[in-house]
């Protein structure tokens, strides 16, 4: 599809959501949006949960598993390599746990990669006396092939892990393509995979090569918050260190990860209905809507806004355009453009520092329509100017 003209609407999507109509809510790739169905299933788990606390803890772990599975098979994998987790940040500290790491390993990370995962990494190097390593991948490559190279570019006989993520989620581009991958794997360097956006969304989600590989469910999916896969192959899955030793710990990976004692758990095992829901909907039909809407939001910040528009993935629901030079390079400005984006317009967006220009990221679903991103970009300049 063109993104000249957004996309229509699709029907069976009308009064689907509860977001807010006051609030023209472009930023879904944060925190998502649960559907009112799976709203409806959790609230029904949480009620069954309350009527009898011990006889739903009785059984849980094996729900859990069952969930699992139905899980695993939507995204195309093995349910035994595979642990529900709360979000991706959980699951990378739970895989840099899991990794020995020596005095002088180089862990290799990117200037696109999400900031509480590059965190992660740099207290795990400091801990174990090792490196961290940052490419820095250049913000407007055309195609795949210059982000391989600068990645490749960094790699050296010291990298013991790389970590990468499949979408970037300031910039919306792919890093961790499974060639890479397959690459990185074939120099005997361990790869994280951050595919935080990329379940419901990607039609190979999980690349089997990654040793670990970890993902949000409720961006895309249709999840409950919090929601998260953690996919560790075969080779690793002894070795991986749970954040928690529970009382499943002795059935080892994944029921040793999953545990956690007194936890809701009601977001996992709804989990399944977002599927369902995304399948009813129909998933081409969905991607082809989502698709469209993002790139006719970032071409209309382009035309109205005189932004730069950012390089993207393909089939991807989220776009990325380039702030004026100089500006909105630190955290503070970029919040602060955030909350004037939102006190002004109405609007909710993402802003991330970049030096030379921050960049500013919108995301495109089901409930959102043409007219919020003319009404971003329509007055954005003002809000820019102040």
């Not at 109509?21 to 879904?28: K, R, S, V, Y």
């Not at 009785?58 to 139905?70: F, G, K, N, Y």
Request: glycine share 8%; proline share 8%; hydrophobic share 45%.
């Amino acid at each position: 599809m063109s993104s000249a003209e957004p996309p229509v609407p699709l029907p069976a999507a009308e009064g689907l959501f509860s977001v807010s109509p006051q609030a023209a809510h472009l930023n879904h790739g944060s925190f998502g949006a649960v559907p009112l169905p799976v709203q409806r299933a959790q609230h029904a788990l949480r009620t069954e949960h309350e009527l009898d606390p011990d006889l739903f803890f009785a059984d849980l772990p094996d729900r859990i598993a069952a969930a699992r599975v139905r899980i695993a098979a939507e995204l195309a994998t093995d349910p035994d390599r595979l642990a529900m987790v709360a979000n991706v940040t959980e699951a990378a500290a739970i895989a840099l746990d899991s990794i020995p790491f020596a005095p002088g390993d180089r862990i290799l990370v990117t200037d696109h990669g999400y900031g509480a995962v590059t965190r992660a990494a740099a207290r795990r190097a400091a801990e174990t006396g090792a490196e961290l390593v940052v490419a820095e991948l250049p913000v407007d490559a055309p195609d795949e092939r210059a982000v391989r190279e600068a990645v490749l570019a960094a790699v050296d006989g010291r990298t013991t892990v790389a970590i990468l993520d499949r979408i970037t989620s300031p910039t919306a581009r792919t890093v961790a393509s499974p060639a890479l991958v397959a690459e990185l794997r074939e120099r005997g360097v361990t790869t994280l995979v951050d595919g935080a956006h990329a379940p419901g969304m990607l039609p190979d989600p999980v690349d089997p090569n990654a040793d670990f590989w970890f993902g949000n469910l409720h961006k895309w999916a249709f999840a409950p918050r919090a929601t998260g896969v953690l996919s560790v192959r075969p080779e690793w899955t002894a070795r991986v260190r749970p954040l928690a030793l529970s009382w499943e710990h002795h059935r080892g990976f994944p029921y040793n990860v999953e545990w956690r004692g007194t936890c809701d758990y009601t977001p996992w095992l709804a989990a399944p209905a977002g599927f369902e829901l995304l399948r009813e909907l129909g998933t081409e039909a969905v991607a082809a809507h989502n698709t469209g809407l993002a790139a006719y939001g970032q071409r209309v910040l382009v035309e109205r806004a005189g932004l730069r528009a950012l390089p993207a993935a393909p089939g991807v629901w989220m776009r990325a355009v380039r702030l004026p030079e100089g500006r909105f390079d630190t955290e503070e400005s970029a919040r602060a453009l955030v909350t004037g984006v939102w006190q002004r317009l109405g609007v909710r967006v993402a802003v991330k520092p970049w030096p030379g220009g921050g960049v500013l990221r919108v995301s495109a679903q089901l409930y959102n329509r043409a007219a919020e991103y003319e009404r971003l970009a329509d007055g954005l300049l003002e809000v820019l100017k102040d």
